[in-house]
């Protein structure tokens, strides 16, 4: 940039969105197609969750915090569960642990399974969308036999869960599993690992070197996908996860190489798929009969939060990484002096918007796309040439049709069309 010119192409994308996990915007700016700057900006949508749960007790925040993000609404519940039981000291039934383990890797497989559809929908491949989302169906089903909702099943409680699982939900999770494993996967793995038009597209697009993974705390498939072992089931011992056999996934052990791009960060998630569902496996080989909960109602819960006095952190991997509560006691009370997430949306944001650098503008779906942001079908984004002064507005449609194209220099015999994928909520499609 020069003096002379403030940007030759300033592109917006955000802020405000419901199907935005926090308020977030992209200002992209470009030398023709050439990506040569990126700006992150945050805090324009402020819901005020922190400062509503000044006003709710321990039991009415677990409602709250499930509807941070659809897709990831366990994991939100079961991080504040693991900081409120850590601040007061209460221990889990083994049982309960063992639930908690099986319906997390249930949502990490359905939150893989639609990051996967939205991805091949980002470079024109329609027929891995829906391939991925109606197998997607299947495990939302499970989810929905168990706690009774596709999404925010209130699983968790203070102290356990507040369903168990019968021998109906295991035989039903061990067929679907025995589904994807013969109808699913095998396609799934042709598609993202060996189809050579999916490589041509996503490998050296979006690169986030190690280095720069680290510098910026990325989470995740994100950090991973650069080669970072880090998973908190794995390095923090979590639950009874050390006994599942659960470890970082890298793209090395499936291409023998690690370069940190889009492609790496899929074959991360097709390697979670496997990992998820041996998981589920092992827990129901090793779950133990018992309790599921230690206390039989809420208010005896309650009454023991309330002689609560110190903090609790809460950590959990969740589909698209690290997630973290914070909850500090106000004792002789029945609710926190403080709470606060953060979730991993947060610093991948940033990590991705350093690997824009350098990219084309046609890359920008499916490389945001790759962390998952839960990015919605109605941000619109406005191109100004500085040399004419003349605007005009790019839908999402305008910018997959834009990434559809590149893709089809590569295989002319792509007939997607840059349709919008359906109206969202909270992450979640209605």
């Known amino acids: 940039m ?3 010119i403030e940007y030759w192409v300033k592109i917006p994308i955000g802020p405000i969105h419901p199907a935005l996990e926090e308020p977030e915007k992209f200002i ?5 197609e050439r990506i040569i700057n990126v700006d992150v900006k945050l805090g324009y949508n402020l819901r005020g969750l922190e400062w509503i749960a000044m006003r709710r007790n321990y039991i009415q925040l677990l409602y709250l915090v499930e509807r941070i993000c659809g897709i990831c609404s366990f994991s939100h519940n079961h ?3 693991r900081a409120v039981e850590e601040m007061a000291g209460i221990e889990v039934p083994e049982r309960a642990e063992y639930i908690r383990a099986i319906i997390g890797e249930l949502e990490r497989i359905h939150s893989h399974l639609l990051n996967l559809g939205v991805v091949g929908h980002a470079i024109g491949y329609d027929t891995v969308l829906h391939l991925s989302w109606l197998a997607r169906e299947r495990v939302m089903d499970i989810l929905e036999a168990i706690g009774g909702n596709r999404v925010n099943y209130a699983m968790n409680t203070i102290g356990g869960v507040r ?4 021998e109906k939900h295991k035989r039903a999770i061990l067929e679907m599993i025995k589904y994807y494993r013969e109808e699913i996967m095998p396609k799934i793995e042709e598609i993202f690992l060996y189809d050579p038009t999916v490589e041509a597209r996503l490998r050296d697009a979006g690169v986030i070197p190690k280095r720069i993974a680290i510098e910026y705390s990325a989470q995740g498939p994100t950090a991973r996908g650069s080669g970072i072992k880090k998973d908190i089931r794995y390095n923090e011992q979590l639950g009874v996860y050390p006994d599942l ?3 970082p996934i890298t793209p090395k052990e499936f ?3 690690i370069k940190g791009d889009v492609f790496d960060r899929m074959v991360v998630r097709v390697g979670e798929l496997w990992q998820s569902m041996e998981i589920i496996e092992r827990a129901f080989d090793q779950m133990p009969e018992g309790k599921i909960k230690t206390f039989p109602k809420d208010n005896v819960a309650l009454v023991k939060l309330k002689k609560a006095d110190g903090m ?3 950590r959990y991997e969740a589909p698209r990484g690290e997630t973290i509560h914070y909850v500090r006691a ?3 009370t029945d609710g926190p002096a403080k709470w606060k997430a953060r979730e991993p949306t947060f610093p991948n944001l940033f990590a991705v918007a350093r690997a824009l650098v350098g990219e084309q503008l046609a890359d920008v779906p499916v490389a945001i796309a790759s962390i998952d942001p839960c990015l919605s079908c109605t941000d619109r984004v406005a191109i100004i040439d500085s040399n004419t002064g003349i605007k005009r507005i790019l839908t999402e449609r305008d910018l997959l049709k834009a990434s559809i194209d590149k893709t089809r220099e590569i295989n002319p015999n792509i007939k997607a069309k840059p349709e919008l994928i359906g109206s969202t909520c909270g992450g979640v499609r209605l």
């Open 330 to 332: 106000n004792p002789g």
């Open 163 to 166: 369903r168990d699982i019968e």
């Open 79 to 81: 991080t504040y569960t």
């Open 312 to 314: 609790g952190i809460g």
């Open 245 to 247: 056999g659960v470890k």
């Open 28 to 32: 992209i700016t470009l030398d023709g």
């Open 255 to 257: 291409t023998g190489v």
């Open 2 to 4: 020069n003096g002379r």
